[in-house]
């Protein structure tokens, strides 16, 4: 069986509502000569004349007739395929979309995310995950659409990522704490009792590079999982989190930031998805509303 050629179709869709060789080809632009080497193809692909001579024009066979409706049919339904996605609405989108995120990153950007959906997507449900690693699996089987984080060695090379923000690192401290007020030097922030942060066992924060730099150390009385845990032991005593700024500001009312005493790198937060999801319409949709979420 030939392979289908959709050229060879709209070629025969134009001639039979032309009726003619010569402005079948100027429709489709070809020369006369073109367009009667196009209708000899034609001709030997349906095994039927299609077009005979009748005084100066030419008129259909039988076949031809019966080929016209199911041609037209055939390429309206081919015309739909490539127009899948251009007259995409959010208003009318029902779908879940599942998200990876920090417990910071959600409570800090998820209000005005939703409060975005509900106004322009309602029929779009998100679901949040907690990031336990970056190990890039869920997104390459499906399970989550979006995840957020800092790029790191683990991040599967065929995933997509695009920079959200920059964000610098703060201190922060309860108001009662001694550093609630002034200024706070590099022996200050060493002296203090800190919470630090990370997932998996670290010999060694960026923070401590920097004292060390300066012939300091700290001491880190308890380690946590999360930036919101980090918080929320600073508000019942006298510690210190060093935390991302923008990233915890939902996370910070009632308590005290101040900038560090010392030179700690900032860091980049990016938006990361599998390629298979780069020209869904949806998928994109969500991915440019969060970064207009995050850009404001």
């Known amino acids: 069986?030939?392979?289908?050629?959709?050229?060879?179709?709209?070629?025969?869709?134009?001639?039979?509502?032309?009726?003619?060789v010569a402005r079948a080809a100027e429709r489709l632009q070809l020369s006369p000569s073109a367009m009667s080497r196009a209708l000899a193809?034609?001709?030997?692909?349906?095994?039927?004349?299609?077009?005979?001579?009748?005084?100066?024009?030419?008129?259909?066979?039988?076949?031809?007739?019966?080929?016209?409706?199911?041609?037209?049919?055939?390429?309206?339904?081919?015309?739909?395929?490539?127009?899948?996605?251009?007259?995409?609405?959010p208003a009318h989108l029902s779908r879940t979309f599942t998200l990876r995120i920090s417990d910071g990153f959600l409570e800090?950007?998820?209000?005005?995310?939703?409060?975005?959906?509900?106004?322009?997507?309602?029929?779009?449900?998100?679901?949040?995950?907690?990031?336990?690693?970056?190990?890039?699996?869920?997104?390459?089987?499906?399970?989550?659409?979006?995840?957020?984080?800092?790029?790191?060695?683990?991040?599967?090379?065929?995933?997509?990522a695009q920079a959200l923000f920059r964000d610098r690192f703060i201190g922060v401290v309860r108001p009662?704490?001694?550093?609630?007020?002034?200024?706070?030097?590099?022996?200050?922030?060493?002296?203090?009792?800190?919470?630090?942060?990370?997932?998996?066992?670290?010999?060694?924060?960026?923070?401590?590079?920097?004292?060390?730099?300066?012939?300091?150390?700290?001491?880190?009385?308890?380690?946590?999982?999360?930036?919101?845990a980090a918080l929320f032991l600073v508000r019942s005593g006298d510690l210190i989190a060093t935390v991302p700024e923008q990233h915890t500001a939902g996370l910070r009312a009632g308590l005290i930031a101040f900038p560090l005493p010392i030179a700690v790198p900032e860091i980049t937060v990016s938006l990361f998805w599998h390629p298979r999801f780069d020209a869904d319409p949806a998928h994109r949709w969500l991915r440019e509303t969060l970064r207009a979420i995050c850009k404001a």
């Open 108 to 160: 800090t950007f998820g209000p005005p995310l939703l409060a975005t959906l509900a106004r322009e997507a309602p029929g779009v449900r998100l679901r949040f995950v907690p990031k336990q690693d970056k190990d890039s699996a869920p997104l390459r089987d499906g399970s989550i659409d979006l995840e957020t984080g800092v790029i790191g060695p683990a991040m599967g090379p065929e995933v997509r």
């Open 41 to 89: 193809r034609l001709r030997a692909s349906f095994n039927d004349p299609l077009l005979v001579r009748a005084g100066r024009g030419l008129v259909p066979t039988p076949r031809a007739e019966a080929l016209r409706p199911e041609v037209r049919r055939v390429l309206e339904a081919a015309e739909a395929l490539f127009r899948i996605g251009a007259d995409f609405d």
């Open 176 to 228: 009662e704490h001694p550093l609630a007020g002034g200024r706070v030097t590099a022996e200050d922030y060493a002296a203090g009792q800190h919470i630090a942060v990370a997932r998996r066992p670290v010999e060694r924060w960026p923070a401590d590079e920097a004292l060390a730099a300066l012939g300091l150390t700290r001491q880190v009385r308890t380690i946590v999982g999360g930036f919101a």
């Open 1 to 20: 069986m030939p392979r289908p050629d959709l050229d060879q179709l709209i070629t025969l869709d134009v001639l039979l509502s032309a009726g003619s």
